[in-house]
């Protein structure tokens, strides 16, 4: 108890000055605070901006790429392709023309499984993949054995 009526003395004698003093520098580390804040939001303001101009940019430039594309190949044909690549590696191709559960986007598509030796069969699907609208999905591999399910998109007419 002697110490808290230490304190309460030293409460008592206290004057205006001092506690003139004492509230000018609670004012000041409150002023300082506060500035220091208002820079960290700033500084956040500005990279918040700077990252959706920069995603502005992104999307005006894959506008401008996805329009100068040219119209998807006709499926039949993009078909034809994808055999004579699967023939050219000596693939096993099992035809699936209503796999409707397996393909599920805006554009007409076959559906097929590719199988054969693992190396062999990467390389087709690269070379498919650059000549032809492919979808890979599915693939197991099994030592130097690997199967794929894929399916062709395409348009109609062409």
């Known amino acids: 108890?002697?110490?808290?009526?230490?304190?309460?003395?030293?409460?008592k004698f206290w004057g205006i000055a001092h506690w003139s003093i004492l509230m000018f520098f609670v004012l000041a580390l409150s002023v300082i605070l506060v500035k220091r804040?208002?820079?960290?939001?700033?500084?956040?303001?500005s990279h918040e901006n700077e990252s959706v101009h920069q995603d502005i940019f992104l999307y005006r430039e894959k506008i401008t790429e996805l329009s100068s594309l040219s119209e998807v190949p006709n499926l039949h044909l993009s078909w034809v392709k994808s055999k004579?690549?699967?023939?050219?590696?000596?693939?096993?191709?099992?035809?699936?023309?209503?796999a409707n559960d397996i393909y599920r986007g805006p554009l007409l598509n076959w559906s097929g499984n590719i199988s054969g030796p693992t190396i062999?069969?990467?390389?087709?699907m690269k070379e498919m993949q650059k000549k032809v609208p492919a979808y890979f999905y599915g693939i197991r591999?099994?030592?130097?054995h690997a199967e794929i399910d894929f399916s062709i998109v395409g348009g109609g007419d062409e």
Do not use: C, P, T, W
């Open 141 to 144: 591999i099994n030592g130097d």
């Open 1 to 11: 108890m002697k110490h808290y009526s230490n304190f309460f003395q030293l409460v």
């Open 84 to 98: 004579v690549i699967i023939n050219k590696y000596k693939l096993i191709l099992s035809q699936n023309y209503h």
């Open 120 to 124: 062999i069969l990467l390389s087709a």
């Open 37 to 45: 804040n208002q820079e960290r939001i700033s500084i956040l303001n």
